[in-house]
């Protein structure tokens, strides 16, 4: 078997297994959702704590590079490497650079963007050191964690913490405040 086919066979069989994954977590699932990419299997995180929760690593990094694959069997889902330079670690403990597997689908317009930053959560791959981008998420493009936010103030209230100030302080109380479901 070609190693290119290999890894659609795998990344197809992750993208599964983490949906059914998710769906044993009793998270909130969107019905009419379609699947366009693993950032979206019918499932959205609407709380980072269970976006920081269900991910190995959350990560605040600068695309640097980008590699997209041919299509699956001529049309349908492809596969883009992002290179990416991490600037701050949340979550797990990444090299300085790393590589980041998305699969989009033919109208998935969210592509990442070389020369931007994103606050990234990570699954590990079946590869040591391989790297998908966690299903149920999307990036969030983050140009500084000095920016004020305005997202999340809503699921702190139930922990009788304030909003956090800051995309820094948001992401750490994600962490902090994890749900792994």
Do not use: C
Request: charged letters at 20%.
């Amino acid at each position: 078997m070609k190693k290119k086919t290999k890894v659609w066979l795998l990344a197809g069989a992750a993208l599964l297994l983490a949906g059914a994954g998710i769906g044993a977590a009793d998270v909130v699932l969107e019905p009419g959702l379609a699947p366009t990419s693993s950032a979206d299997v019918g499932y959205r995180s609407h709380d980072d704590r269970e976006l920081a929760g269900h991910s190995d690593e959350l990560l605040w990094a600068q695309i640097t590079g980008r590699e997209e694959h041919e299509r699956l069997f001529g049309s349908g889902p492809v596969r883009v490497e992002y290179t990416a330079r991490v600037r701050r670690a949340f979550k797990g403990t990444p090299p300085a650079t790393v590589v980041v597997n998305v699969v989009y689908g033919d109208a998935d317009a969210s592509r990442m963007a070389t020369g931007r930053s994103y606050v990234i959560a990570i699954s590990g791959g079946l590869e040591p050191g391989e790297r998908w981008m966690s299903a149920g998420s999307l990036p969030v493009e983050t140009a500084s964690l000095d920016t004020p936010d305005a997202q999340q103030g809503e699921h702190n209230t139930a922990l009788g913490q304030p909003a956090p100030v800051t995309q820094a302080e948001r992401w750490t109380r994600a962490v902090t405040n994890t749900i792994d479901g």
